[in-house]
Nanobody, 125 residues
Framework: QVQLVESGGGLVQAGESLSLSCTAS????????MGWFRQVPGKEREGVSC????????YTVDSVKGRFTISRDNAKRTLYLLMNNLKPEDTAMYYC??????????????????WGQGTQVTVSS
């Protein structure tokens, strides 16, 4: 049974930091790209960042580049997203995902094989 379990969301003030985690089980974690997505009510879920199976290659969208850092610990089967200097516009539900067939560029919903349940991040001004 595939499971992706996120944790680490919460309520913070603008300028503060949060670190999200996602622990995976039930599939070949080491063989797949992993990514983070976020969604605001009424809008489409958007890809934020992704990381290669080895962790050596990453992609991060411009809107969060320089503030968000994705990483993974394959021994722990865990994906991370460190979010610094958070802004109110970063408020969203954040989802981790296992990507199938990732090639290049921002992660997209069509690439996702497995989703986590999401964790809420709220940034107050």
């Amino acid at each position: 049974q595939v499971q992706l379990v996120e944790s680490g969301g919460g309520l913070v003030q603008a300028g503060e930091s949060l670190s999200l985690s996602c622990t995976a089980s039930g599939y070949d974690f080491l063989g797949l790209y992993m990514g983070w997505f976020r969604q605001v009510p009424g809008k489409e879920r958007e890809g934020v960042s992704c990381v290669s199976p080895s962790g050596s290659s990453t992609y991060t969208v411009d809107s969060v580049k320089g503030r968000f850092t994705i990483s993974r610990d394959n021994a722990k089967r865990t994906l991370y997203l460190l979010m610094n200097n958070l802004k109110p516009e970063d408020t969203a539900m954040y989802y981790c995902a296992a990507l199938l067939g990732y090639r290049t560029g921002p992660p997209s919903r069509g690439m996702v094989g497995y989703w986590g349940q999401g964790t809420q991040v709220t940034v107050s001004s």
